[in-house]
């Protein structure tokens, strides 16, 4: 097999941009897509000249297709990686597994003894910023890892018809947070302490019981320290940063912007472009670079970069934060 041929389930916003990265990478072939909403599947169908199917079983039961990756939404997603598995095609599913941990340990638990690759769509793994923080923190640049400093803001509110159904922000959004703290730590945290609110739009407690503003610490069982901050807003615009500090020194992985022209003028000096817009841009790089590792599983027999228990555990930090909120206390994570 010199390339791999993939299907994409779901053509929506994230399906979209997989389906066009799966089609320029040079060691894939996009076979075709499907979205219950033929006309999504129509539309990339035609930008892309492939295949839509109607049937999502075409997809399966179709030995030239060797994997598929998922973007269809979370709760669908156990579903056709279990259907992946069965027809022995490896799958890159999107983040998170599912909403609800009792399906995800369910599921685990028919999986175990499963040989078929599962990669989990944590895409910020694979940034090259974020990649370069881990090496340097591998290569011993700044010693012992003491703290890991997380922040994450999205540059505007979502839609009410998408906060109704994302499933809170701790399972949404920091998901991708609680999975850079575990890739960075090197270890498990084994304790949390969480607080959030509504301070951008308060009906999104008072209506919908979620926040949009949280701040999150956690420690492991040797004792580094984690903190993490969400914002469902920032005016500013996409704002992720990771910071390692060690006992030898510090890096930090910084926001990205279009350039690094800097004008000046009576008004202003040093101004700047504004930071890339939001995941599609910010991660462009990473989202290819988790096709490559997808790809390297496949073709190298490499292990899978991001498991089905990485998604698991991550849940499992969000239902413990659920649970911090709540008491208004650290909670021990299981
Ligand atoms: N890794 C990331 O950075 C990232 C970013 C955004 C979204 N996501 C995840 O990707 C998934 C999709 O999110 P989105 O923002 O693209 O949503 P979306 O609503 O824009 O797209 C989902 C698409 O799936 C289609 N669909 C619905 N049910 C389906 C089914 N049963 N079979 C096939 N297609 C179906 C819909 O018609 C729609 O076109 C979610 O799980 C989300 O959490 C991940």
């Given at each position: ?5 993939i299907a994409v389930?779901?053509c ?6 997989h389906?066009r990265?799966i089609d320029l990478h040079e060691?894939?072939t996009l076979?075709c ?6 006309e999504?599947a129509?539309?990339?169908?035609r930008e892309?000249n492939?295949?839509s ?7 399966f039961?179709?030995?030239?297709i ?8 979370t709760n669908t997603?156990?579903d ?6 069965a027809?022995k095609?490896p ?5 998170p597994?599912?909403l ?5 340990n369910?599921?685990y ?5 499963n ?16 990649q370069?923080a881990?090496?340097?923190?591998m290569?011993g640049?700044?010693g012992?890892l ?13 839609s009410?018809?998408?906060l ?5 922000q701790?399972?949404?959004m920091?998901?991708?947070d ?5 890739f ?5 945290p084994?304790k949390?302490?969480?607080i959030?609110n509504?301070l951008i739009?308060?009906k ?7 926040s949009?503003?949280?701040m999150?610490i956690m420690?492991?069982a040797?004792g580094?320290q ?5 914002s469902?807003?920032?005016t500013?615009?996409?704002?992720q ?5 060690g006992?030898?020194?510090m890096?930090?992985s ?6 690094e022209?800097?004008k000046y003028n009576?008004e202003?000096?040093e101004k700047?472009e504004p930071y890339?817009?939001?995941f599609?841009e910010?991660?462009q790089?990473a ?6 590792s ?8 490499k292990p899978?970069s991001v498991?089905?228990?990485d998604?698991?555990?991550a849940l ?5 934060a659920?649970?911090s ?9 299981n």
């Amino acid at each position: 097999m010199n390339k791999v041929r993939i299907a994409v389930i779901g053509c929506g916003r994230i399906g979209q941009m997989h389906a066009r990265n799966i089609d320029l990478h040079e060691k894939t072939t996009l076979s075709c897509v499907y979205d219950v909403n033929s006309e999504f599947a129509e539309k990339i169908s035609r930008e892309l000249n492939v295949f839509s199917v109607q049937n999502v079983e075409e997809i399966f039961n179709n030995n030239e297709i060797d994997a598929v990756l998922v973007s269809s939404p979370t709760n669908t997603h156990i579903d056709f990686i279990e259907k992946s598995v069965a027809a022995k095609k490896p799958v890159l599913c999107e983040k998170p597994i599912d909403l609800d941990i009792d399906k995800v340990n369910q599921c685990y638990e028919r999986l175990k003894g499963n040989t078929i690759p599962i990669q989990l769509g944590f895409n910020r793994r694979f940034d090259p910023g974020h990649q370069a923080a881990k090496h340097s923190l591998m290569n011993g640049d700044i010693g012992e890892l003491h703290q890991c400093i997380i922040t994450s803001r999205d540059p505007g509110l979502p839609s009410w018809d998408y906060l109704k159904v994302a499933g809170g922000q701790f399972r949404d959004m920091t998901i991708h947070d609680f999975d850079m703290a575990r890739f960075m730590l090197g270890e498990e945290p084994v304790k949390i302490f969480a607080i959030s609110n509504a301070l951008i739009n308060p009906k999104i407690k008072s209506e919908l019981n979620d926040s949009d503003t949280l701040m999150i610490i956690m420690e492991t069982a040797s004792g580094k320290q984690c903190h993490i901050n969400n914002s469902r807003s920032a005016t500013y615009g996409y704002d992720q940063r990771v910071e390692l500090f060690g006992s030898k020194g510090m890096v930090i992985s910084d926001n990205r912007k279009p350039h690094e022209l800097k004008k000046y003028n009576s008004e202003y000096v040093e101004k700047q472009e504004p930071y890339l817009n939001f995941f599609i841009e910010r991660y462009q790089e990473a989202y290819m670079n988790s096709i490559t590792s997808f790809v390297e599983t496949i073709l190298e027999k490499k292990p899978v970069s991001v498991s089905f228990d990485d998604g698991r555990r991550a849940l499992i930090l969000a239902e413990a934060a659920y649970k911090s909120v709540k008491s208004g206390k650290f909670e021990n994570i299981n």
